[in-house]
């Protein structure tokens, strides 16, 4: 069973940065993709960056309203998926969640809150 911890969430200003990490429990190029989601108060829970090509660091995608101020990335030695935030938005708001999929079962970790001040 695929283990994620994420860290790195909290509180930060408009326009301000933050590095989500996300820990996990085996090599990450068994994994057949991962990602980062988030919730919103009172909103369903919706994909925020994904990358499928975990040896190469490809196959990313992102939504459409973080396109441009988050990357996500990995570090196979250190088996953690990143993810980068710049120019956060009071609505980039919520609990951030690392999945991971391997052989067709999804993973999640806990999640970590995001708050963005305006």
């Known amino acids: 069973q695929v283990q994620l911890v994420e860290s790195g969430g909290g509180l930060v200003q408009a326009g301000g940065s933050l590095r989500l990490s996300c820990a996990v429990s085996?090599?990450?190029?068994?994994?057949?993709?991962a990602g980062w989601y988030r919730q919103a108060p009172g909103k369903q829970r919706e994909l925020v960056a994904g990358?499928?090509?975990?040896?190469?660091?490809?196959?990313?995608n992102y939504a459409d309203s973080v396109k441009g101020r988050f990357t996500i990335s990995r570090d196979i030695a250190k088996k953690t998926v990143y993810l980068q935030m710049n120019n956060l938005k009071p609505e980039d708001t919520g609990v951030y969640y690392c999945?991971?999929?391997?052989?067709?079962?999804?993973?999640w970790g806990q999640g970590t809150q995001v708050t963005v001040s305006s």
């Open positions: 999945n991971a999929i391997k052989n067709l079962q999804p993973y």
């Open positions: 085996e090599n990450i190029f068994s994994l057949n993709a």
């Open positions: 990358i499928t090509a975990i040896i190469s660091g490809g196959g990313t």
